[in-house]
């Protein structure tokens, strides 16, 4: 009899354990299934971008510098924003950065509003990234491009747009996705009149080289913020765009083009970093051969919204100082606004190679 009871009672052991061991599993195999899901959805660059911020919002921007010595590194005055004034440049700089990437946009008008001109079925053949690629890779993989395709952004719209977007794929920093512009001291035209105009006279400038041009927009009462303007450049895998700008300092002393690029180490778009640099420097070295502007070198910055998002070579093109009145006054001369577009033009071909 106690040999049954022993029988039963290890089998009744042996039935608890057993249910201990499969409940046990079960606690530990779901949260940990929910674990790994979760993980795997959670960019990765989110994770960096956020200690990259960090490290951001403790350094004064522009960041970093080649060792091309043909970069320069220091603080630019370029305001896509407001007005700044000399006394609290550090401020301004601030401000101006934030204003590049300031810009307007009601879901859905964008795409209404986006002007494409010149062929698009020679982008049919980018490619983009595979499907096995997370989000945010796919989000900061350059795009294959076709070089012969040019996207021309012209800075700003009749209205900024407050609204915030991240200021690049993963980012937990978020700007206004179109800031306003500034405004010439001398003509009071609005930036983003002078930059369409140029814009369109680089539209032609190219077209006659033999390049496809996409337009970002070609009116001013759109709604496209920095981030949509740089996917329309993506989208057409384009293998230079130029953001067009007009600067703005308090001064009003300050003369002379520049451009801007993103740094080696960018968080969101390193991997056009390179590229976007020397586009950089031959866009703005042919700018200034052909105006005769003052060269104020190539500047990097990590913190406008349209170069993050930008999966292609990329660069923001500050083609003089609306604030320096003599510089706005020659900017609204149709015979230097095709200067500026011939110059950059020749940036173009010199990036290519032609
Ligand atoms: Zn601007």
């Known amino acids: 009899m106690k040999r049954v009871l022993k029988l039963v009672f290890c089998i009744a052991v042996l039935t608890v354990l057993l249910a201990v061991n499969a409940f046990g599993a079960e606690l530990f195999i779901i949260p940990s299934a929910g674990a790994e899901t979760v993980l795997r959805e959670i960019p990765t660059s989110f994770v960096y971008n956020a200690d990259w911020q960090s490290i951001l919002e403790t350094l004064s921007n522009p960041v970093t510098v080649p060792d091309t010595g043909e970069v320069v590194m220091e603080n630019t005055d370029n305001t896509e924003a407001a007005e700044t004034t000399d006394a609290a440049e550090e401020t301004a700089e601030a401000a101006e950065l934030t204003g590049e990437d300031a810009g307007t946009a009601e879901a859905g008008a964008d795409a209404a509003d986006t002007a494409v001109a010149g062929g698009t079925e020679e982008t049919t053949e980018n490619t983009e990234p595979a499907a096995s690629q997370t ?59 002078l930059t369409l105009d140029v814009a369109m006279k680089l539209q032609s400038e190219l077209q006659s080289r033999g390049y496809t041009v996409i337009m970002c927009r070609t009116s001013h009462d759109v709604n496209i913020s920095n981030a949509e303007r740089a996917e329309i450049a993506n989208n057409a895998g384009a293998g230079a765009f130029l953001r067009l700008h007009g600067n703005g300092a308090g001064s ?28 950089s420097k031959t866009v703005l070295d042919g700018l200034c051969a052909a105006t005769g502007a003052k060269n104020r070198g190539v500047k990097i910055t990590d913190n406008m919204s349209g170069i993050n998002w930008s999966r292609v070579p990329v660069t923001i093109v500050e083609m003089g100082y609306m604030t320096n009145a003599a510089e706005d006054a020659q900017m609204q001369d149709p015979s230097y606004q095709a200067k500026l577009a011939k110059g950059m033009a020749d940036g173009v071909d010199a990036f290519f190679g032609l």
């Open 135 to 193: 989000e945010a890779e796919t989000a900061t993989t350059p795009v294959a491009t076709n070089n012969r395709v040019v996207c021309i952004d012209a800075g700003h719209q009749s209205k900024g747009n407050n609204a915030q977007e991240p200021i690049g794929p993963g980012a937990t920093q978020t700007k206004a996705k179109v800031a306003g512009g500034t405004r010439g001291v001398a003509t009071g035209v609005p930036e983003y009149q």
């Open 252 to 279: 009003g002393e300050a003369s002379g083009a520049e451009t801007l690029a993103p740094s080696s180490s960018n968080p969101y778009c390193s991997g056009i970093a390179a590229q976007s640099q020397a586009l």
